[in-house]
């Protein structure tokens, strides 16, 4: 046993173990008897740019800039006690003395303890005059919104084809900073980027600018931007030229309508019009107004507004047509119709026609075949398809009609005064 005891005294290792503990019982001792206070490094202290905020919210200013920092704080003092500070016992802030409108400034920094058991004479701060400044912005902080608008100059459009608008969503954006910075602002631009000669509409991602009142890009460094990036759908229309034609409404029965439709005259024969080539394509011809057959007189010009399907858009500046008729030939009479029909008389109800005649007929058509005309080869027919019926006695409309004589129709409205009743037809 005390072989193994001896063993151990004489190892090199237990040597080594030894020295080390009767260094640090030295130092221990040095430490607190001999040499008690010493100096702490207190690393990355951050700076809080928000405490005291109101030396400069108070002037209506904001921070628009300032680095995120931290600074190491040197403490000497007694061992037993800096060795146990933190960062969370101190609070370093700039000096906002020197602020007093919109601007960068290099601000001090202070340091203020935080430790309620501080004691100034256990421990002192070396270097709270030697900190490095920091460098802030101040400025008004506002918001404004602008509507974006699309760069397209650099669009290429293929022959046959027009560039009809550019959609942008969203439509506006909202910008926050330093009123300096966003008062040089004029617009808000979505550039557009497309290669080659476009046919098709398209949709890309573009990037918002900032520009001025003279078209320059702004490079706003503090401002933040509620969207950085606008879908914008570029819409690419077929452009094409089509004949125009009319059509006509209120056609009497039996009336060849051709006999007008060839004595047309437009005072424009074509149009031209955009909209999508799967829609252009299918079109041969434009129907531009709808002629009221009625309304016919001669010698006179009518002008009508352009109507064009839903989808197509006119290109031109014109918004009106003027229609005429070639008159040549035609000529005008006014009859008395005496034979006055019914047609379409619903079961259970009679329409019996109280009026005799119906005076002042105005006929159109060839001067020869008017002038051949009886009044009897005319009739007035009561068409109950075009009334809505109840018992008593009321005017109701009355069609014109030459059975007779396909070149010829009536113009103008007629009324005549029936007696309406319910019950069996005998």
Known sequence: MKMDLQKILNSRLFNMFLSLVIAVVAWVIVVTTVYPEGEQVIKSVPVNFQYNSSAYTASGLDIVSAPAMTVDIRVRGKRSYINNLSADNFLVYPNYTPVHGAGEYQLKLQIKVQDNNWESSQA???????????????????????????????????????????????????????????????????????????????????????VDENGKKLDLKYVSFSSEIAEVTLSIQQRKELPLKVEFTNVPSGFDISTLQNRVKLSKTSLTVSGDSRKLDGLSELVVAYFDVSTFALDKIYTMPISLPTGIKNQENISTIDITFDYTGLAEKTVSVKDIRTANVPENYQVTPRSKKVNNVTLIGPEEELEALTESAVIAQINSEDLQLSAGVMNVPVRILVPGSPNIFAVGSYTVECEISTGNKE
Do not use: H, M, W
């Open 124 to 210: 002192t701060i070396v270097n709270d005059k030697s900190l490095p400044e920091a460098t802030v912005v101040f400025d008004t902080v506002i918001t404004k919104s602008f509507a974006i608008s699309t760069d397209t100059s650099g669009l290429q459009i293929a022959d046959g084809y027009i560039f009809d608008k550019a959609q942008c969503s969203p439509t506006e954006v909202t910008l926050k900073g330093p009123e300096g910075e966003i008062s040089k602002v004029d617009k808000i631009i979505a550039p557009v980027y497309v290669e080659g000669e476009r046919k098709e509409s398209v949709t890309q991602s573009s990037t918002l600018i900032a």
